[in-house]
């Protein structure tokens, strides 16, 4: 029996990512899809409070300051949490095609280690979609967007329907997510129904 394709190399019809005529300029910041998001939300305390802005093209950027609290080793950032960082700045790119995409497949390269202290500057593009299926890679680089590579990323996203986060989350936060005027704009602006 066979199971599902984890290539991430997109098959021979992918066609070339658009990008959403309703997309934010080149380096107007996304905004965060949800408040309580690890990644981006502004009010998850224990989160990495990643400000991802839109890029050119179909590709967005984000900063991530390395913290005390993001060690693995001692004075090292832990490889979870660099995973997280490119998989939220992957996560972002649905904002530029204006569609609602989760993480299917994540593959990381960790090239080099990353200090406390670093400012990681992540930037990721999607390069392929076939269907529901969103091909995309990110980057990691030290010090700046031109500075050493330290990560990096490629991905499968698949296009779901708000349906999957209301099916199978847990019931208090969808209540407060649905309740939220805020949170139900964000969902708009994705361009389904809450
Ligand atoms: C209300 C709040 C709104 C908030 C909105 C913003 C949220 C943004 C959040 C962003 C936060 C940051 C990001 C995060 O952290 S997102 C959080 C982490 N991700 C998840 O939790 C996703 C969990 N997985 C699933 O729900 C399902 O497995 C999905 C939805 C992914 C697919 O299950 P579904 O039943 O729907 O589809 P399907 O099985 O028919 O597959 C469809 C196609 O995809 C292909 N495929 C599938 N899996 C894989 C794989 N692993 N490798 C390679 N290929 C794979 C498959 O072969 C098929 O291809 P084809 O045969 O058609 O060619």
């Keep these: 029996m066979r199971g599902p394709t984890t290539s991430l190399t997109p098959p021979a019809d992918a066609v070339a990512p658009a990008r959403h005529s309703g997309a934010p300029a080149p380096g107007e910041p996304l905004g965060s ?4 998001c690890f990644g981006c939300g502004g009010k998850q ?7 991802i802005r839109a890029g050119e093209g179909v590709s967005a950027t984000a900063v991530l300051t390395v913290r005390e609290e993001h060690q693995g080793a001692p004075g090292l950032a832990h490889g979870g949490v660099l995973a ?6 992957l ?3 649905g904002w ?17 280690p990353v200090p406390v202290g670093t400012e990681l500057h992540l930037r990721a593009e999607v390069t392929a979609v076939h269907g529901r299926k969103i091909y995309a890679t990110a980057a990691g680089r030290a010090g700046g967007p031109e500075g050493p590579l330290a990560v990096r990323a490629a991905a499968l996203f698949v296009a779901v329907e708000v349906e999957h986060f209301t099916e199978n ?3 208090e936060e969808i209540r407060a997510a649905m309740a939220d005027p805020d949170q139900v704009r964000v969902v708009r602006a994705f361009e ?3």
Excluded: C, K, Q, S
């Excluded at 899809?33 to 309580?36: K, L, Q």
């Design 45 to 51: 305390p224990h989160g990495l409070h990643l400000e």
């Design 33 to 36: 899809h949800y408040d309580h």
């Design 96 to 112: 530029m095609l204006r569609t609602i995409a989760v993480t299917g497949r994540l593959e990381t390269d960790f090239v080099r």
């Design 192 to 194: 389904v129904n809450p």
């Design 91 to 93: 996560g972002a790119l």
């Design 84 to 89: 997280a960082a490119l998989d939220e700045t």
């Design 169 to 171: 989350g847990r019931d």
